[in-house]
Structure formats: structure tokens, C-alpha cells
């Protein structure tokens, strides 16, 4: 297996969290204490050095040293390990960090209160709440409003009920109604603006997006997704069925334009793509699967098969991209590239594979994957399976790849989210090993890259075409071994799957689509 959790235990921490109005967590009383993950994990000689954020303050720190964003995704890595593997000490590392996550949020006797179902998002090494943290965090405080971590204490606690519904019904309860007043501050602060339209970059653009944003709310989706098909609730299902509405929305583009079909992140913006969020396509395919609805898988294909090759031959999940819609290309302006978009890739092409039967995404998803084996700006894995850890990201000064070696929680749990996605798919797995980057060549109408792995003699070429009509192209097969061809339409439908010999060979690529040429290795 890829997945080693060595790495994000050592990021865990027990606390026994203080008495404070409107917190409070399962069984607190006769369990005192919850689990919580340190949010940075600086590198140095002898390892890592758990550490908070903001500048030292008296016995904490300016924001704190554990927040509810990584908490509530530190939570989903153990579910979801628990339930491929059937490991004990996951199942009771999801728990505890559920509970965490559930005494952040805020639960007052007064249900009138508008902070109701919100989440502080930060807390001091002593258990302490810190809402309003410097520097200072929208909305302060904290639980104050609509937020990202209002969004991933859904995604948790969705997950989370649908793991313990059959396990351990009493927390599972517990777990249905946080999710429910959760839920509740979602609909009254964010559907209050269902059906609302506003014109951004002159395009008509949802507004009960969470926070203003697609990433988000595709968060809470799988979340909701989960818990609804596990539970069968029918008011969750409708806030469901409004939320993906929304996010669908955010899909633009055609397969020669920007942003090629991407389902954008952010609702003030239909000129921008960042790589750091974008976990919702693999949230509509899992609203098309639960739902039925069509336009949320039409999205979903669209940004897995038409925008996804196009960034994977591009460079990869850069932190910001812009361009004018209708535009042929986009100007990076933050190179920057993080854990977060790669996984974020490779979870969205899997589901999406899985939810439509598009055998190609497999293989794509495989290549997004290889970002952490290697092909990435600095060619040097970012994941290491023999500690778990995952480093926090590369920049790139000049164009140079640089590494950052610090290993947090977020890169953590990202790391090892896209690692369990390949555990469960050894496919994808054995091409996401074939990571070194041979050649990447960009053309009018055709951007190709080549990979190789040096150990197995694996090669995989990935050709993309913005060409409005089909095109020949020339692929190098060295060695002797075969290999398989996947010639594919903008919706990721194959058109042609065939074996060819090794050598210098011609394929077709379709007007929009792509085509891949795998190599397997010894």
C-alpha cells in the first residue's frame, strides 16, 4: 500500500478542552479528552517540529495551534482508512477527531442564535478558542458567518455518520444532528440567496455558493452526498440538489477555450483557476450518483476530460491561472503549486471515472497522480511512502522548481487522501510510478508530455488537442514491449483502444479530445 498515516499521527494530539458556553462534544463528560492535528510541521535535522500559527503569544499562539479545516479533513483520511481496511486504530482516530471537530463547533442552548451551527475555526494548545485570531480571519469572529470550515465540518461529519451508522449508533446520532445544525446554518445563510444570479465578468453566476465559493461547497457536496445516501434524508437531499445546482453553474468554457470546460472555483470570478480547491467535479459526480442529476455529470466530464488534460500537459495544478473566457491559452501568475490541487485532481477524475464508466480518466487520473512520484517543477517526489510525509509544496522563482520541505497538516492530509484514492485503484497507481518528465512540447494546435519510469522501463504519452477538427501526431515507443493506445472524445468517450507495436508510431487525437499511449514496464 501507498497510504502510511505515520506521518499525520505524529501531528496528533490529545487536549482536554475547557468548559465554554455553546461547546461541548459527545460523551465529554465521561471522555475529557478529544483529538486535534498541529497545523505546520517545520522540517529540520532531527524531523519535525509540530508548530502553530501566527506569531508566539503567551501559552499560544496569534491564530492557534489546531484549526477546524484540518481537523475536519485529518478526520475524513481515518474514515476513509478505516473503512478500506478495517484498521481499529483508524476507526478510533476518526472518532476522537470527530468529537474535536464537534466541540469547535458552535452548539448554543438558544437556537435562535445566529453563530448556531458555525465553527471556530482556531484553538490554543490548552484547548482554548481563539474566534477571533491574528492575523485576523473572514468572517471574525470565526464562527461568525459562512465559512471554508463551516463546508468541511459538513464534508466530516457527512462521512463520518455514514462510517458509524452501523458501527456505533449512539455516535451516529450525535454525528446527525451536528451535521443538521450545520446544515441549518447553510440554509440560512447561504440558500437565504437561493435562485439569485449575480453578473460577474458579464456571466450570469450563482450566489448561494458557500463563501463565494465552488471549491468549498464541492466540499460540503461529498459530505452531503454521503450522509444522504446513507441516511436517506430528504431535507439534507434538497439542500443537496440546491447546492450542486449552484456549483454546476461554475462550469465554463468549451474544449478549445478557456477555461476548457473547468468547473471554476471561485463565484466572484469567471476569469480565474486555482489549483488549491478543486475537489468540486468530483463532488457533481458523486451528486450525479446519488442524485441522478445529468447537468452535475455533464460538468463533472467536462472538467475531467476537456479542462484536466489540458492543465496535466500544461504544467500541472498551478495556484492561478487567468485568462478572458474565449481566450486559447492563460497566464500563470502564481506558479505555486501544493498537495491540494494535485490530490484535488486525482480524487475528481477517479470519481468521475467511476460515477460515468470512462475507463481514459483512470489513466489520467494516474498522471495527475504522478505529481507526487516526480513529475512535477522540481522532478523530485513530494510524497515519500516510507514516512508518510508529504512536503508542503514548490514555488518557482524564475521559473525554477524550489521545494518546500516543511510537512503540515494540509499537505498531510492531501498527500494521503490522493494516496488512498490509488490504493484503491492499482491502475491508476502504476501510472501515477511513472513519473520522470522526458519532454512536454506545446504547439498551436497540440501540447503533448512524456513520462518515463527508469526502473521499469514504463513509458505514457499524453497527447491534447485544440485543434477544431481530428489530427495526426507521431508518439515514440522505445524499447520492444507493446503498447495501448486510448483515443478519446472531450467527454472522455473512447473512441479507439487498440495495442500497437513498439517504435515510432502515428495516432489520431479528436478535435478537443486526447489521446494516451501507455508503455507498461517490466
Known sequence: MLTNLAHLDSLRVRIAPPA??????YRLAEEPSVEVVWTYAEAGPDGYRPAGGGEPT?????????NADDVARAAVVYTRHWRATGDAASRDAARQLLRGLCYLQTAPDDDTDPRAGNVVLWQQPDGRLNPSAEPVEHPDPSDGGESAWLARTVWAL???????????????RFLRVRLRLAVGAVRRQ??????????????????????????????????????????????ARKVLEQLGEAVTAMRTGTPWTWPFGAVLPYGLSRTE???????APGALARVYEVCGDLAARDAAVADAASFTPHLLVGGGPDNLRVALPGAREALTLDGVQLAYGAHSRVESLLATARATGRPAL????????????????????MYDPATGVTFDGIDRPDGLGVVHRDSGAESTIHGLLAMLALDADP?????ARIAEPAVRIEGAEMHSMALADPRTGAHLTLLRSLATSTRAADVVVPGDAAATVSVNDPAGEELEHYT???GRIRVLVPAGGFTTVVQPGA
Open 273 to 279: 483557476w486555482h489549483g488549491w480547491a478543486g475537489l
Open 158 to 172: 457527512g462521512e463520518g455518520f455514514a462510517a458509524f451508522d452501523g458501527d456505533e449508533p449512539d455516535f451516529a
Open 190 to 235: 447561504v440558500l437565504r440567496r437561493y435562485g439569485q444570479w449575480r453578473l460577474v465578468d458579464d456571466t450570469a453566476t450563482p450566489a448561494w455558493l458557500i463563501a463565494d465559493g465552488a471549491d468549498l461547497t464541492g466540499e460540503a457536496l461529498l459530505g452531503l452526498c454521503a450522509y444522504t445516501e446513507r441516511s436517506g434524508d430528504e431535507d
Open 58 to 66: 503567551g501559552g499560544g499562539f496569534g491564530q492557534g495551534a489546531f
Open 20 to 25: 465554554v458556553a455553546g461547546h461541548t462534544t
Open 500 to 502: 500497437t507495436t513498439a
Open 427 to 431: 491502475y491508476a497507481a502504476a501510472i
Open 362 to 381: 483512470r489513466t489520467l487520473a494516474g498522471v495527475a497522480a504522478s505529481w507526487f512520484f516526480g513529475n512535477n517543477p522540481a522532478g523530485v517526489p
